[in-house]
């Protein structure tokens, strides 16, 4: 189905560093010895393995290292601004409600 104007086209894994997952599926961040955040291939991560711009901060999109989310939108925990970070996933709970009755 191709997107239309209404669809949604963020997806976590844009922003994500090259970084495996531990058995529950959870994202491994790796540390230097300086305590920064690094991917598998060096690259800048924030505490969620999300690409970052280490000068300023800004997440970066991962293909091609441009600007998603400015640094300060960006909450104290690493976590991207709403509603990116509470549908990661083009995930709508509304495309699955039906009609029910009580």
Do not use: W
Not at 56 to 84: M, W
């Amino acid at each position: 189905m191709p997107p239309n104007a209404d669809s949604r086209t963020f997806n976590v894994n844009d922003i994500l560093g090259e970084l495996d997952r531990d058995d529950r599926g959870n994202i491994i961040v790796l540390g230097d010895s300086q305590g920064n955040n690094n991917d598998k291939t060096g690259h800048a991560t924030n505490i969620r393995g999300y690409l970052i711009d280490s000068q300023t901060g800004d997440v970066l999109e991962n293909h091609t290292k441009g600007k998603l989310f400015d640094a300060t939108e960006v909450d104290d925990k690493g976590e991207v601004p709403a509603p990116f970070c509470v549908e990661k996933f083009n995930f709508n709970p509304h495309d699955l409600m039906g009609d029910l009755e009580f």
